[in-house]
T-cell receptor, first 112, second 114 residues
Framework: GEDVEQSLFLSVREGDSSVINCTYTDSSSTYLYWYKQEPGAGLQLLTYIFSNMDMKQDQRLTVLLNKKDKHLSLRIADTQTGDSAIYFCAESTSSNTGKLIFGQGTTLQVKP | DTGVSQNPRHKITKRGQNVTFRCDPISEHNRLYWYRQTLGQGPEFLTYFQNEAQLEKSRLLSDRFSAERPKGSFSTLEIQRTEQGDSAMYLC????????????FGQGTRLTVV
């Protein structure tokens, strides 16, 4: 079945790098996503990676994909207090519906 | 366009009552999704529309839940005979078709059943 797992909590100091990890089970996933959710706000797409890539960089964000181990990570460089939020990993299912399977979310706490 | 709009933002209802939520997607987005998010969890897929056709329903969507998108634009999600376990954030998202198109999420409707 389809399942996505994440660690629940990460605390870092402002200016440090943050690394949020995710594992998934559906080997036929075509795209993997990182979403950010701030209190009282909807989900915001941060970045995504196609399953035939192993790395994608977008400004302070670096996504690494290990397809063999079904492991995805999001690195945030120079973490700021405004990065404090819940981060969700999600996979697109093998069907072409755009349906997403989300992890339970990682709460990132950035201390000044 | 201001994005995906959901109403109401908050709803408190007594157990056993019926509730209806509305989602207005981004115009020209013909895909529309409903998700449910409980505290401390990620969103869980409930159902999906392409235009007015409801193409997929999760087994989470019991007989008490019904969703419609009559004209292929806005959608409604109705819960009949609400139970305390229905308390959650109900999220709507919309997108254009394709293998990888961004799903834009609304801010959600928070339902509390007392």
């Amino acid at each position: 079945g389809e399942d996505v797992e994440q660690s629940l909590f990460l605390s870092v100091r402002e200016g440090d790098s943050s690394v949020i990890n995710c594992t998934y089970t559906d080997s036929s996933s075509t795209y993997l996503y990182w979403y950010k959710q701030e209190p009282g706000a909807g989900l915001q797409l941060l970045t995504y990676i196609f399953s035939n890539m192993d790395m994608k960089q977008d400004q302070r964000l670096t996504v690494l994909l290990n397809k063999k181990d079904k492991h995805l990570s999001l690195r945030i460089a120079d973490t700021q207090t405004g990065d404090s939020a819940i981060y969700f990993c999600a996979e697109s299912t093998s069907s072409n519906t755009g349906k997403l399977i989300f992890g339970q979310g990682t709460t990132l706490q950035v201390k000044p | 366009d201001t994005g995906v709009s959901q109403n109401p933002r908050h709803k408190i209802t007594k157990r056993g009552q019926n509730v209806t939520f509305r989602c207005d997607p981004i115009s020209e987005h013909n895909r529309l999704y409903w998700y449910r998010q409980t505290l401390g969890q990620g969103p869980e897929f409930l159902t999906y529309f392409q235009n007015e056709a409801q193409l997929e329903k999760s087994r989470l969507l019991s007989d008490r839940f019904s969703a419609e998108r009559p004209k292929g634009s806005f959608s409604t999600l109705e819960i009949q005979r609400t139970e305390q376990g229905d308390s959650a954030m109900y999220l709507c998202a919309s997108s254009v078709p394709g293998m990888n198109t961004e799903a834009f999420f609304g801010q959600g409707t928070r339902l509390t059943v007392v």
